[in-house]
């Protein structure tokens, strides 16, 4: 199968996963980001370099049964980084995407998710002052379905490699659930060039690649 082939049948099957296993999944993804010697590390790195300044961390409004990364706010490791992190989510401007801070209240996340402005494909962005551009440390990258070897499968748009085009630096994690981390057959039609962007790191509900 191509790229869109696999897009429209990985896409139809996510859309079937329940909302009560979707939470589930989602909050075990968390977990697995923050308990990750590998995130610690690099969360360590980033703050050597700037003792002064908190870890821009980028997420990401999730639609379409997306990992509902907005879960790792109920996790009990956030607690360890919640004072070290400030928070960002993609705002879609014409053909271009940037990065706005996502004030978020802890103790009431949905008052924080009401605050923010549906934008381009009905996706909630920041609004208001927190809509100045900004370049996240690290950035947490929803898609459709990832390969073993790191490569990423969204929408078609281009919106997250156009950016990463432009802001190479940034530390990339790419998250999904188990089922839609796939290894290429040899036989797949499924070709990636210089223009899709590789995932620094994977995770999944049971796995880090």
């Not at 898609?143 to 748009?157: A, L, P, W």
């Amino acid at each position: 199968m191509n790229k869109d082939e696999l897009r429209k049948q990985f896409l139809q099957n996510r859309l079937l996963i329940p909302n009560d296993t979707l939470e589930s999944l989602s909050f075990y993804i968390s977990k697995n980001i923050l308990n990750s010697e590998l995130f610690v590390k690099k969360i360590e790195t980033i703050l050597l370099k700037n003792p002064e300044e908190k870890v821009k961390i980028g997420l990401y409004y999730p639609i379409k049964n997306e990992v509902d990364i907005m879960q790792i706010f109920n996790t009990l490791e956030i607690n360890d980084y919640i004072s070290k992190f400030e928070f960002f989510l993609p705002v879609v401007c014409k053909q271009d995407m940037y990065f706005a801070r996502f004030n978020i209240s802890q103790s009431n996340l949905k008052d924080s998710l009401c605050n923010l402005k549906t934008g381009k494909f009905g996706i909630k962005e920041p609004c208001g002052i927190n809509q100045v551009a900004n370049i996240p440390d690290i950035i947490i990258v929803p898609g459709i379905i990832f390969t073993k070897d790191k490569n990423r499968v969204g929408y078609g748009k281009g919106y997250y490699d156009r950016f990463f085009s432009k802001n190479n630096n940034i530390f990339k994690i790419g998250i999904c659930f188990n089922n839609f981390l796939i290894k290429i057959d040899k036989n797949e039609n499924l070709i990636f060039n210089e223009y899709d962007t590789k995932m620094d790191l994977i995770f999944t509900e049971s796995k880090i690649y």
